[in-house]
């Protein structure tokens, strides 16, 4: 699925723990690979006029930054993989937004945290904007966390990604990015895919809601909900470009009034009270979630933006279309008004 894959690097070694996983994308697709490094000189605005950046420097660093591309993909381009590179000058969320048009890109994989000081820029928020306004999916590698790079080291279980579900069409929308990134990374042995979703228990305010009156049985039909999404998945009725890649599913429901705690706890632990039993965790983390358009309109859902701050796990954030979410938010209404049921918790609120 993910063909031009776009990688933006800083100077530093965290920025270039991406790459092998970026690598393995790219063989697993017969992909290409779009290195970029942005120059920061928006800092020139906020220095006196005799410190300003001059023309010089800016195309000595440029030089640099070129030569820099070059060295660190040398050893890639010996191996037969495709490679575009690119020197920037500007902010660099705005640039990397340039870039992933003006190159087609399909992902970004960037790790969270990496170079800052002159010209350079702090990877770690430039990638939680990227989250916010990219218009494809992002890959966000953990500083020290799981970087996926090489085969999956535990042979006992598969390769996983945890997808949280709400009921709705959007939640949906990460299950096809997630299942290419898993079946990719995974290969050639199988990888999987486990649903959850996130049952708030009632509190004092909300004991009223019909839906909390019979908690086992919430839990119940959520099960098999999920499991019936499962099923879908499988026999090409929902998401069929996932049905080719042959990947497990497992199902599971959590407990808690904190969604974000939930999700992370699931993933990170394996911890799986009211599903299929102990799965053993997960390797990634893929979420739906949608934002404003524009640098300085940056908005991203709670529960995403929890998990992207909480988790060691490396994050797959999809951007919801307008329609999908539109049309999310219409069979929620619809679903509401004839069931009297709400969402148990919605990911992009």
Same mark, same amino acid.
């Given at each position: 699925m993910f063909h031009r894959i776009l990688v933006p690097l800083d100077g530093s070694e965290r920025a &270039?723990?991406?790459?092998? %996983?970026? @690598?393995?994308?790219?063989?697993?697709?017969? /992909?290409?690979l779009i290195v970029v490094q942005v120059?920061?000189?928006?800092?020139?605005?906020?220095?006196? $006029?005799?410190?300003?950046?001059?023309?010089?420097? %800016?195309?000595?660093?440029?030089?640099?930054?070129g030569q820099y591309l070059i060295q660190a993909t040398a050893a890639l381009k010996q191996e037969g993989i495709p490679i575009e590179q690119c020197v920037l000058l500007g902010i660099p969320a705005s640039m990397l937004l340039s870039a992933i048009t003006s190159y087609n890109a399909d992902l970004v994989v960037m790790c969270s945290h990496g170079r800052t000081g002159f010209l350079h820029w702090a990877l770690g928020s430039v990638a939680e904007k990227m989250a916010r306004i990219s218009p494809v999916p992002v890959l966000i590698l953990r500083e020290h966390g799981s970087i996926l790079a090489g085969p999956h080291p535990d042979p006992t279980r598969p390769l996983r990604a945890l %997808?949280?579900? =709400?009921?709705?069409?959007?939640?949906?929308a990460a299950m096809a990015p997630a299942a290419a990134l898993i079946a990719a990374l995974a290969a050639p042995a199988s990888g999987a895919l486990h649903l959850t979703r996130? !049952?708030? $228990?009632?509190?004092?305010? *909300?004991?009223?809601?019909?839906?909390q009156r019979n908690m086992d049985d919430m839990v119940q039909?959520?099960?098999?909900?999920?499991?019936?999404?499962?099923?879908? @998945?499988?026999?090409?009725? &929902?998401? $069929?470009? @996932?049905?080719?890649?042959?990947? *497990?599913?497992?199902?599971? !429901?959590?407990?808690?009034? =904190? !969604? #974000?705690?939930?999700?992370?706890? !699931?993933?990170?632990? /394996?911890? =799986? #009270?009211?599903?299929?039993?102990?799965? /053993?965790?997960? =390797?990634?983390? #893929?979420?739906?979630?949608?934002?404003?358009?524009?640098?300085?309109?940056?908005?991203?859902?709670? @529960?995403? &933006?929890? %998990?992207?701050?909480?988790?060691?796990? $490396?994050?797959?954030?999809?951007?919801?279309?307008?329609?999908?979410?539109?049309?999310? #938010?219409? &069979?929620?209404?619809?679903?509401?008004?004839?069931?009297?049921?709400?969402p148990c918790y919605e990911l992009s609120k």
């Open positions: &270039e723990r991406a790459l092998p %996983v970026a @690598v393995r994308l790219a063989r697993a697709s017969h /992909g290409t120059l920061d000189i928006d800092t020139t605005l906020y220095i006196a $006029p005799e410190m300003m950046i001059s023309e010089s420097v %800016v195309h000595v660093e440029s030089s640099r930054a %997808v949280p579900l =709400d009921g709705s069409t959007a939640s949906k996130v !049952v708030q $228990p009632a509190t004092s305010e *909300r004991m009223m809601l019909p839906y039909k959520t099960k098999h909900s999920l499991q019936k999404t499962a099923e879908n @998945v499988r026999d090409g009725f &929902e998401a $069929p470009s @996932v049905t080719p890649l042959g990947l *497990r599913f497992t199902c599971s !429901v959590a407990l808690d009034t =904190d !969604v #974000a705690h939930a999700l992370i706890r !699931v993933a990170e632990n /394996g911890e =799986d #009270a009211e599903g299929a039993g102990i799965f /053993g965790g997960c =390797d990634v983390i #893929a979420m739906a979630t949608h934002g404003r358009t524009g640098i300085d309109r940056l908005a991203l859902g709670s @529960v995403t &933006e929890r %998990v992207l701050h909480a988790t060691r796990l $490396p994050l797959l954030v999809v951007p919801i279309s307008r329609k999908t979410l539109q049309n999310s #938010a219409d &069979e929620q209404q619809y679903s509401y008004e004839h069931s009297g049921h709400l």
